[in-house]
């Protein structure tokens, strides 16, 4: 989402200056455009040579420039970014953004911006906390300004831990977020994803599982958030670390019972549902509160009983104006078995992937698979997760 953007990143003099190069860094990775705008104190934390060597652009710092006496029109800046962000943004800074002091060219910039402007205040706490700092935050955020702090978002009334600057990868999450909610294809639209696999308990230490990590469903709730949409991750015991973004909901399950149950009250309040998790099928008949022993036990049997099929309990829910998406995991005869799980399931797609793939399947970075609807069957080459969830999404939804 921040592909093509052109951004305008004010530096302030604060101590926090430092990370102004990872911050560039992570703008640029996700194909972002930098021009920093850096105030005289900036200049003290951080070299503009640094900085212009990371954007590939001359770095502006005063109303002329200094060797051939060029004007730098903040007027033209103004109308060039997409956003502008400050970060750090110093107590002065935001005095000065507040008061329309225009005494250097960054402010002087600001005041002619177009464009969304984000801060990331950063100053110690008990300047952070000074009620004349507070009112300036308050005033700027009145007028529309976004202010990034830790811990996401609006002034909170506790302070702790304030002041600081938010982490620069946090910083660009939140860019992201906010070009997705605005223009991302998916904005407004609700999708549940089930991921991970399931638990069945045993005992209080023994369950029965499966290999799956949880990677092919977190990453489809990543695709779905970058476009805008709300996204209900309903996941399974994975170690995955979870996707920080205000755009997805995670709600914890463990056995398939936990996961039917979450996934049936929550597909009524989307718009469609994509069941991506490695439900086990079948759970044991009884659990133990105790731990089985081994010690006088010859030989056991499990008895089995099988577990609620989730997706094809919310395909019967399904309204016309839903979507539902399955997937398959096959070993043999796999697109005879789809193809009947599709219908089976009522579903309006189903992502097929069979292990007899090399890089297909669970635990491994990557994926091969075949999206099949009731009327076309599409093999995609061997990609990354990511991108594999980008293709779905894109074929569910019907976006460019
Ligand atoms: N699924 C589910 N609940 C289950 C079993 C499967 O929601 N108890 C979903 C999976 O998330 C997937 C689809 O159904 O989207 C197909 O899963 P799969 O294990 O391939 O199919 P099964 O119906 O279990 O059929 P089989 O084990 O016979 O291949």
């Not at 911050?23 to 455009?33: M, P, V, W």
């Not at 006496?69 to 002065?92: E, F, N, Y």
Request: proline share 5%; charged share 20%; net charge neutral.
């Amino acid at each position: 989402m921040l592909k093509g953007k052109k951004i305008v990143l004010g530096i302030t003099g604060s101590i926090a200056a430092y990370k102004s190069c990872l911050l560039i860094r992570h703008l640029i990775k996700s194909g972002a455009e930098v021009q920093v705008v850096i105030t005289p104190s900036g200049k003290e934390f951080i070299t503009p040579l640094t900085l212009s060597t990371l954007t590939h652009k001359p770095v502006i710092s005063e109303f002329f420039n200094q060797r051939d006496g060029m004007w730098h029109s903040h007027v033209d800046i103004g109308l060039w970014a997409d956003a502008m962000l400050i970060a750090p943004a110093t107590a002065s800074t935001i005095g000065k953004m507040a008061h329309g002091i225009a005494d250097n060219m960054l402010i002087t910039t600001y005041l002619s911006m177009k464009a969304p402007v984000f801060i990331a205040p950063a100053m110690d706490l008990d300047m952070y906390a000074h009620t004349s700092t507070q009112d300036n935050l308050r005033l700027l955020q009145s007028r529309g300004t976004h202010i990034i702090e830790p811990g996401y978002g609006h002034l909170a009334s506790d302070l702790e831990g304030k002041g600081r600057m938010e982490e620069p990868e946090n910083i660009v999450l939140q860019l992201q977020e906010y070009f997705a909610r605005r223009d991302g294809s998916m904005r407004g639209q609700r999708v549940m994803i089930t991921a991970g696999p399931t638990y069945e308990r045993i005992d209080p230490v023994r369950f029965i599982g499966n290999y799956s990590s949880g990677k092919m469903g977190i990453s489809l709730a990543k695709a779905c958030a970058n476009e805008g949409s709300q996204v209900e991750l309903i996941l399974g015991p994975s170690s995955q670390p979870l996707p920080s973004s205000s755009l997805i909901k995670v709600t914890r399950v463990e056995s398939a019972q936990e996961m039917y149950q979450a996934a049936m009250q929550i597909y009524p309040t989307c718009d469609a549902g994509i069941m991506c998790a490695a439900v086990a099928d079948f759970k044991p008949a009884d659990t133990t509160d105790h731990k089985i022993k081994r010690e006088g036990t010859k030989a056991m049997t499990l008895n089995l009983v099988p577990t609620q099929d989730i997706a094809a309990a919310v395909g019967q829910i399904k309204t016309t104006s839903q979507k539902l998406c399955g997937f398959a995991l096959e070993t043999h005869d796999a697109l005879e078995h789809a193809k009947d799980k599709l219908k089976r399931k009522n579903l309006d797609m189903i992502v097929m992937n069979s292990l007899q793939d090399p890089g297909a399947g669970f635990q491994v970075d990557t994926n091969k698979v075949t999206l099949i609807t009731p009327d076309t069957i599409t093999t995609l080459p061997l990609m990354q997760k990511n991108e594999v969830a980008k293709e779905i999404v894109r074929a569910m939804f019907k976006h460019p």
